[in-house]
């Protein structure tokens, strides 16, 4: 690799050698070279890649359905690094598979550890939510009766949007099929607190039981309304997730 000289500096390909732009440097090297995809695909000392290879592409799997199954709680929510955030968290968990040979460890075998179950439990979804911190710091969630409680909560101590009225709470059960990417999601009613609520304590329960089949996730929901005639119109800004207990 040589450096360019000159006044100005180009990019590209010209003949055998490639131009590019680091930082402000001009370099040129030779073309060529690096891996190809046959290569990738049959040499031997591929194989650590090709083991990558299929365990990141069942991660990326999971979470995109993963998320597409949390979307009745996320609608509105925008944040570039939640994808990122999420794949990360995957190959963590997947990581801690001890049982299954490298290349094929999945997330499903890391979930049946205690730190892969932590680590999906604390996952904050919306970070730097601070109502949503605060609830979930003075809250119990009883699995046996899918009953979530809060208390010493003040409302009015955190902020809001500027034109909300009052902040509504759910509470989900997500279902979740590691190996087949099947979801199924039901929730409780909504929970509306008026912002000006000097109340600090209530509780949400689930409607009907629900007895999970795979891997089970009690989630928090936390959104933001306007209520004007008793009709509630919901804010797409602020919008608060979080995980309350997980169950394999």
Not at 5 to 30: E, S
Not at 74 to 89: E, I, V
Not at 114 to 134: C, D, I, N, S
């Amino acid at each position: 690799m040589a450096r360019q000289k000159g006044l100005f500096k180009v990019t590209g390909t010209l003949g055998v050698v490639n131009f590019y732009v680091i930082n402000g440097v001009g370099y040129a090297r030779k073309a060529g070279g690096g891996f190809n995809g046959e290569a990738i695909r049959r040499q031997p000392n591929m194989q650590r890649v090709r083991e990558n290879a299929s365990e990141f592409g069942q991660c990326s799997s999971i979470k995109k359905a993963f998320r597409l199954a949390l979307m009745p709680f996320l609608k509105g929510y925008k944040h570039a690094k939640l994808h990122a955030r999420m794949m990360t968290l995957f190959t963590s968990i997947k990581a801690l598979d001890v049982v299954s040979e490298r290349g094929s460890r999945n997330v499903r075998e890391g979930l049946n550890t205690t730190k892969g179950q932590r680590l999906l439990r604390t996952f904050e979804v919306t970070p730097w939510h601070t109502m949503l911190q605060a609830v979930l710091e003075h809250a119990t969630f009883n699995w046996s009766l899918q009953q979530f409680k809060v208390s010493g909560f003040d409302v009015g101590r955190y902020p809001s949007p500027k034109t909300a009225t009052h902040v509504g709470f759910t509470i989900g059960i997500l279902d979740f099929n590691f190996d087949l990417l099947d979801a199924s999601m039901m929730a409780s009613s909504t929970y509306f607190m008026d912002l000006t609520d000097a109340s600090t304590f209530f509780e949400i329960t689930m409607d009907t039981i629900v007895v999970p089949d795979f891997v089970g996730i009690a989630v928090l929901g936390l959104r933001f309304y306007e209520v004007i005639d008793g009709e509630a119109y919901e804010i797409n800004s602020m919008i608060g997730v979080g995980f309350l207990d997980v169950r394999v």
